[in-house]
Structures are given as C-alpha cells and as structure tokens.
T-cell receptor, first 113, second 112 residues
Framework: NAGVTQTPKFQVLKTGQSMTLQCAQD?????MSWYRQDPGMGLRLIHY???????DQGEVPNGYNVSRSTTEDFPLRLLSAAPSQTSVYFC????????????FGPGTRLTVL | SQQGEEDPQALSIQEGENATMNCSYK?????LQWYRQNSGRGLVHLIL?????REKHSGRLRVTLDTSKKSSSLLITASRAADTASYFC????????????FGGGTRVLVKP
C-alpha cells in the first residue's frame, strides 16, 4: 500500500492564483482531513470528510474548498491564493473506528508570493 | 485555537537520558494521541490513550493521562539520536467526523 499520497510536494503561487492540492489514499478509509501547519506550530484543521459526498468545515476553512467524489481522493482547492496561505499542507485519513490512528501524507509546501 | 498545549516547547538531552513532555487540554476528550514529526516530514502516530485509561506503554514510550487535570505526559526512555523530532499531542473530542485538535508541539533534540 502507498498509504496517503500528496501532490505536488512543493508549489509557488502568485497572489490571486488558484490551484488544487491532491490527496489520495489506498486504505479504503472513510475519514479524510486537510490540515495546515505554520512554522513552529501544530496542525490546524481546514476541512474534513466522513465519506464520499460528505464534507464539513474545520477550524480554518476560509479560502479553501473541498469535495469528495470518491473514497480514495480528497482534493483541496485554493480559490484565490493569498500570502497568508503560505504553509505546509497535510492530508490525513483514518478508518471508521473511533479510536483509529490517523495516517498522514508527506505534505505539500506552498508559498504564495 | 489549540486544544492541546505542550510543555516544554523545546528540549535538549543527551543520548541515553529520558525525555518527558507534557500536554494540557481544555475540554473533555474521547482519547488523546501522540504523534512524532521528523523535520520536513509528515506526522507519524505513536500511541493513543483512551479517556478511561491512566497509563499506556509502547516500547520505550510511556504515556499517562489525568483527565481530572486535563493533562497527559509522554516519556521517552533511553533516548536515541533518532528520537530527535517534534512531538505533538492531539485530542479527539469524540464527535462525529475526524476532528483531532493538535497542540503546538515539543521539539526534542537528542545529542549523541
């Protein structure tokens, strides 16, 4: 199993550009999440999904959209990039048991100029 | 806002020593999890302790949980240079959805 994969690994955008961060998992996990990590800080939840077709907002959803058309994929879209969105983005997934650990992807380092 | 707050923010120890870090949280939890993050990498799950458990062991890791004080500790015994990483606690409030709330982390440096 590849686990959780994310593309791209690095991205530089100009203010106002849009882009999609890709996330895929091959563990048949129902739950998927997007987090951002700013320097020296922990992770903050952006959006999450409890299954295909179901998404909800996390702690810092503004400026981001998500969709979940399949169990495997959970893309994160930046609608109009701003410098404040410069961060490292992590996708995670877990199974349906309430005590399951989360599996994280390797992250996407995004810089918005 | 962050649910968990780790203490200390940074820790430097010699190889072979024990490393202890603490996590405090604010609201009731279903479980508390500890993760490790090596520089430039994603987070890796270390151990989970349920709200009705007080202590848990996994190899050189020992986690305690005191729900009355809303705090947890992670002890790494006989540390190795490879333990150099940031360690995060994350609380699961148990609500539907995948909501883990992370603290700011403790940066641990183990000197050989």
């Amino acid at each position: 199993n590849a686990g959780v994969t994310q593309t791209p690994k690095f991205q530089v955008l100009k203010t106002g550009q849009s882009m999609t961060l890709q996330c895929a998992q091959d563990m048949n996990h129902e739950y998927m999440s997007w987090y951002r990590q700013d320097p020296g800080m922990g992770l903050r939840l952006i959006h999450y999904s409890v299954g295909a077709g179901i998404t909800d907002q996390g702690e810092v959803p503004n400026g981001y959209n998500v969709s979940r058309s399949t169990t495997e994929d959970f893309p994160l879209r930046l609608l109009s990039a701003a410098p404040s969105q410069t961060s490292v983005y992590f996708c995670a997934s877990r199974g349906t048991s309430g005590f399951n650990e989360q599996f994280f992807g390797p992250g996407t380092r995004l810089t918005v100029l | 806002s962050q649910q968990g707050e780790e203490d200390p923010q940074a820790l430097s120890i010699q190889e072979g020593e024990n490393a202890t870090m603490n996590c405090s949280y604010k609201t009731s939890i279903n479980n508390l999890q500890w993760y490790r993050q090596n520089s430039g990498r994603g987070l890796v799950h270390l151990i989970l302790i349920r709200s009705n458990e007080r202590e848990k062991h996994s190899g050189r890791l020992r986690v305690t949980l005191d729900t009355s004080k809303k705090s947890s500790s992670l002890l790494i015994t006989a540390s190795r240079a490879a333990d150099t990483a940031s360690y995060f606690c994350a609380t699961d409030g148990g609500a539907a959805g995948n909501k883990l709330t992370f603290g700011g982390g403790t940066r641990v440096l183990v000197k050989p």
